[in-house]
């Protein structure tokens, strides 16, 4: 199975930017769909992005679109989320998150996730 490890949090100011990375081990990406979510303070995980590794096809979560930018890194088997444009409501720790293989649509819910990593602490201060 894949594993994930997700890097890049920190802290930066509002109107700042960041770019978190998820590396995979165990299986190539080839075959997956790549998510990201974010959990912030007292509040449910949310969808945030995903990618299809095959085809580079995204998809992106309300709250995001516009500002965050989800890509493929061919050479570290890595999917890179850049931030940019950062509000304080963006706190939150950032999870990668796979399904099942060859999973056809793009799930946008956290139950459409089996594989999960540990989480990079993301904060955006005012």
């Known amino acids: 199975q894949v594993q994930l490890i997700e890097s890049g949090g920190g802290l930066v100011q509002a109107g700042g930017s960041l770019t978190l990375s998820c590396a995979g081990s165990g299986r190539p990406f080839s075959g997956y769909i790549i998510g990201w979510f974010r959990q912030g303070p007292g509040k449910e995980r949310e969808f945030v992005a995903a990618?299809?590794?095959?085809?580079?096809?995204?998809y992106y979560g309300d709250s995001v679109s516009g500002r965050f930018t989800i890509s493929r890194d061919y050479a570290k088997n890595a999917v890179l989320l850049q931030m940019s444009s950062l509000k304080p409501e963006d706190t939150a720790v950032y999870y990668c998150?796979?399904?099942?293989?060859?999973?056809?649509?793009?799930?946008?819910?956290?139950?459409?996730?089996?594989?999960w990593g540990q989480g990079t602490q993301v904060t955006v201060s005012s």
């Open positions: 998150a796979v399904p099942r293989e060859f999973t056809i649509p793009i799930p946008t819910t956290e139950s459409g996730y089996i594989h």
């Open positions: 990618i299809r590794w095959s085809s580079g096809s995204t």
